[in-house]
T-cell receptor, first 110, second 117 residues
Framework: DQQVKQNSPSLSVQEGRISILNCDYT??????FLWYKKYPAEGPTFLIS?????DKNEDGRFTVFLNKSAKHLSLHIVPSQPGDSAVYFC?????????FGAGTRLTVKP | DSGVTQTPKHLITATGQRVTLRCSPR?????VYWYQQSLDQGLQFLIQ???????AKGNILERFSAQQFPDLHSELNLSSLELGDSALYFC????????????????FGPGTRLTVL
């Protein structure tokens, strides 16, 4: 049962442009949403999160938007840099459970 | 470097066998979490321990078990292995036991790649 879906397996953008990664969820009980970044041969690292009571959270070049009515969240990276090339996982949590999407591979071209 | 260590890095074994994966959390972290990532899938939460006690259980098979020792390191035991158990197994740690709620940060180790032949 895939409660968290990332429908784009890959995304390629030009350096300096905006990267938008999308994530959909089905369970309305989720109350925290997170994004993780993963480089090859490393574990995921936490990037940014948002509580369900907010619709936007910003941290430097990274902004997460949450649309609860659509059960959709997105991660915006502006401007994109080659070092941002990685796999990005979205995750949704509800107290004692956390579900992850399958990931989107972002490639930022110089 | 997250400070979480996992051994071994790679493990190749045969169906029906039993293996043990080891995780040492970041210094000071009391909670460990185990995840399985199969090919092209997201991470599946397996189980969480906090200060030696089981705190939460996810999609962990009965053939799998885990424990957290007094020194806070954790082991994940996988038995009667099947081909479908081939995956990356990640351990994460957090200071509190609240990382699954999103209110504490999980720090992930580099993972153990298990191949069952």
């Amino acid at each position: 049962d895939q409660q968290v879906k990332q429908n784009s397996p890959s995304l390629s953008v030009q350096e300096g442009r905006i990267s938008i990664l999308n994530c959909d969820y089905t369970n309305s009980m989720f109350d925290y949403f997170l994004w993780y970044k993963k480089y090859p041969a490393e574990g995921p690292t936490f990037l940014i999160s948002i509580s369900s009571i907010k619709d936007k959270n910003e941290d430097g070049r990274f902004t997460v938007f949450l649309n609860k009515s659509a059960k959709h969240l997105s991660l915006h990276i502006v401007p994109s840099q080659p070092g941002d090339s990685a796999v990005y996982f979205c995750a949704a949590s509800a107290k004692y459970d956390m579900r992850f999407g399958a990931g989107t591979r972002l490639t930022v071209k110089p | 470097d997250s400070g979480v260590t996992q051994t071994p890095k790679h493990l190749i074994t045969a169906t029906g066998q039993r293996v043990t994966l080891r995780c040492s959390p970041r210094s000071g972290d009391l909670s460990v979490y185990w995840y399985q990532q199969s090919l092209d899938q997201g991470l599946q939460f397996l189980i969480q321990y906090y200060n030696g006690e089981e705190r939460a259980k996810g999609n962990i098979l009965e053939r799998f078990s885990a424990q957290q020792f007094p020194d806070l390191h954790s082991e994940l035991n996988l038995s009667s292995l099947e081909l479908g158990d081939s995956a990356l197994y990640f351990c994460a740690s957090s200071l509190s036991g609240r990382a699954l709620s999103g209110t504490d940060t999980q720090y992930f180790g580099p993972g153990t790649r298990l191949t069952v032949l």
